[in-house]
């Protein structure tokens, strides 16, 4: 076991998955957004490569492993209501595939590239995020 360091396990995720979605751009000259990785790893997605979704997607779930096995396993807290968390997870996906994207499509390769319709969805993931977080908390007084 590492000993936890608390800011060099991020960095070097942040690092990695920059990394990887750098090298994905350049091998393969598409934007790695895991929404659509995962819409081809399923076979929904017309003219999308479904090994190569089912293979990011596999790493993704290995490189968490790995990382919880040679770092630390993470502490899950789940603190709301089960179907409000489905309802939220519905939600999240049918927005991504409305914005054509999620957060890693727009915010990490998007931005990166300065493409202005990724950092215009980023921004509303922001916003949308925050009020979000005002009406649950404040307004609502905690749906949990």
């Not at 991020?10 to 751009?25: D, I, K, T």
């Not at 493409?115 to 009020?131: N, Y």
Request: proline letters at 4%; hydrophobic letters at 55%.
């Amino acid at each position: 076991m590492l000993e936890p360091l608390p800011f060099m396990w991020p960095l070097a995720g942040g690092l990695l998955v920059g990394l990887s979605a750098g090298l994905y751009l350049l091998l393969n000259g598409r934007v790695a957004g895991i929404s659509g990785l995962t819409v081809a790893a399923t076979g929904l997605s017309k003219g999308a490569p479904r090994t190569l979704g089912l293979l990011f997607i596999a790493g993704l779930l290995g490189g968490a492993a790995l990382a919880s096995a040679l770092i630390r396993r993470p502490e899950v807290q789940i603190t709301s209501d089960i179907w409000l968390l489905v309802l939220g997870g519905l939600i999240v996906g049918f927005g991504t595939r409305w914005g054509s994207g999620c957060t890693s499509g727009h915010g990490v390769c998007g931005l990166a590239r300065l493409s202005p319709r990724s950092i215009v969805a980023t921004g509303v993931f922001m916003a949308v995020a925050a009020l979000t977080v005002f009406i649950t908390h404040h307004l609502l007084g905690g749906l949990a």
